[in-house]
């Protein structure tokens, strides 16, 4: 699967916590639709866009439109350095 997102230009996902922290790990950019009714996906998904990290709308929303509009989407992903992972796994 990793190899499969790595080819990707961006991913169109739900925003549940696990999903943005791979698509934060590998750098990509990320169109993000929270599962209705899920406040912490729509929590995730309405601050992730306001910093930038990743484009998000909802379920209910044109797609098509979103689509356009992610691609056209500023994207400011957060620099992650091989030695913070490392480090955050050794804490644990």
């Keep these: 699967m990793q190899q499969l997102i790595a080819q990707c230009e961006f991913v169109l996902s739900r ?3 696990t999903t943005v922290m791979e ?3 590998l750098q990509k950019k990320a169109l993000l ?3 209705p009714g899920q406040t912490e996906q729509e929590y995730l998904a309405q ?3 306001s910093q930038h990290w990743c484009y998000s709308c909802f379920q209910h929303d044109d797609l098509l ?3 356009l509009l992610a ?3 500023n994207y400011q992903l ?3 350095q091989p030695h913070q992972l490392t ?3 050794e804490a644990l």
């Design 15 to 17: 925003s549940g916590y």
């Design 78 to 80: 957060p620099q992650i």
């Design 47 to 49: 601050r992730l866009t």
């Design 33 to 35: 639709i929270p599962t």
């Design 23 to 25: 698509m934060l790990a």
């Design 71 to 73: 691609e056209a989407f």
């Design 87 to 89: 480090g955050a796994i």
């Design 65 to 67: 439109s979103h689509l």
